[in-house]
């Protein structure tokens, strides 16, 4: 049984590819890495990758991991800039037993030496978001930065035919972001855990309250107790906002995803509009979308015309204010 679940629409072609991978009876490292590398390549995607969406320096740092739940092997790169492919990064720092988590010039460094592909990352188009959010800002006297006004983490849970589950995340954080921000993407048991005994996970959303319930092992650790992967996620993310409002006065965007070792998934979101990519061997790779009812989700296959308006909105010419 194979099986691949990605955080956000823009996931959908490159979870398609990997299923073609895994269907060939490919290895989950090889599927997730195709697959998070089609969203980092794909310019219109302002969260992730080229085109990713700068900090307040105007300068696009990257965050990604990878993990393997066979060996616990992981790799992770923090604020990394001009370099094309991130996760591809993270995925070859995962099979050192020290140093395997590198951060800024560092993480460059590694890069350079290793031959990884250089690339400004910095594109025209996100240069004209910046330029407008700074006029935004010039005339709004406080303006709130929220993750999902330019951040959508991709992550994702890859199933093999030989039950390896990897997890696998990448983004460019928030934007206007202060420089050296690192937010739950890159961070194990924040934004991805994976046992390949059990299953996996991954989140998206404000990385700073992610963090606070290393939300993602909590879910496998949930899976491991018994609870299915939808029952997992649910239970993690609406008791973890709960307590959040409790200790805090207020939650911010969480959103996870998660795959057992039977290639079984589930969702769950504290936010109004989240969409998400799944498939296994039985069910064929789709886009949802899905909506908290009480403390349950409610998934939905989304419409034809529903993904063509999502693509439409995201490559749209930009106007400079």
Known sequence: MWGIIATWCMAHAGVKEAAKILKNDGKAGEAIETAIKNVEDFPFYKSVGYGGLPNEEMEVELDAAYMDGSNFD???????????????VARDLSHL??????VSEGAEKYAHKRGFERKNMLTERAKI???NRLK?????????????????????VC????????????????????KGRVGDSPVIG?????????????????????MKGIISYEIVKLMESGLSPQKACEKAVFTFEKKLIRKRGKAG???VIAMNNKGE?????????????????????????TKRKGNEMVHEEATEEWLQEYINERTKPLIEK
């Open 265 to 289: 998934w589930g969702v769950a979101t504290n936010i109004e509009n989240f969409s998400f990519v799944a498939g296994n061997e039985k069910t064929p790779v789709k886009v949802y979308r």
């Open 253 to 255: 965007d969480i959103s």
């Open 97 to 102: 037993n020290e140093n395997s988590m590198l």
């Open 190 to 210: 924040s934004g991805l855990y994976a046992d390949s005994e059990i299953g996996g996970a991954s989140a998206t959303g404000l990385g700073e309250d992610i």
């Open 159 to 178: 199933l093999d035919n030989e039950k390896n589950i990897v997890a696998g995340t990448s983004t460019s954080g928030l934007f206007m972001k202060k």
């Open 74 to 88: 992981f790799g992770a790169v923090c604020a990394i800039k001009d370099f094309a492919n991130p996760i591809s």
């Open 129 to 131: 978001h910046y330029r």
């Open 136 to 156: 935004d800002m010039a005339h709004i006297k406080e303006i709130e930065i929220k993750p999902y006004s330019g951040h959508d983490t991709v992550g994702m």
